[in-house]
Nanobody, 119 residues
Framework: QVQLVESGGGLVQAGGSLRLSCAAS????????LGWYRQAPGKAHELVST????????YYADSVKGRFTISRDNAKNTMYLQMNSLKPEDTAVYYC????????????WGQGTQVTVSS
């Protein structure tokens, strides 16, 4: 099992920045990838960004490219999402997720952290 705990959400004005953190614990040797999903009110989950745990290969949704940066600190078992130039449409609950090797399914989810961007 893998446990994920997010932190760093909050309220920010449009154009501002926030950094989300995800502390991972448990059977991390089985994890190949981590990422962030978000869910805005009344909308489906959206995959925002991912990073491979060892190689550091990244993916960004078009909606956040150039504004968000994902990173990880393997020594601390922690992943980050630096969010700059925030927009009201970035308002959502952000979830840290993880997947095991040889699967594309993110089966481990954190409890989520609220990000609210005011206009």
């Amino acid at each position: 099992q893998v446990q994920l705990v997010e932190s760093g959400g909050g309220l920010v004005q449009a154009g501002g920045s926030l950094r989300l953190s995800c502390a991972a614990s448990g059977r991390m040797f089985s994890i190949e990838g981590l990422g962030w999903y978000r869910q805005a009110p009344g909308k489906a989950h959206e995959l925002v960004s991912t990073v491979t745990w060892t190689g550091g290969r990244t993916y960004y949704a078009d909606s956040v490219k150039g504004r968000f940066t994902i990173s990880r600190d393997n020594a601390k078992n922690t992943m980050y999402l630096q969010m700059n130039s925030l927009k009201p449409e970035d308002t959502a609950v952000y979830y840290c997720v993880a997947r095991r090797e040889y699967t594309a399914v993110y089966e481990y989810w954190g409890q989520g952290t609220q990000v609210t961007v005011s206009s």
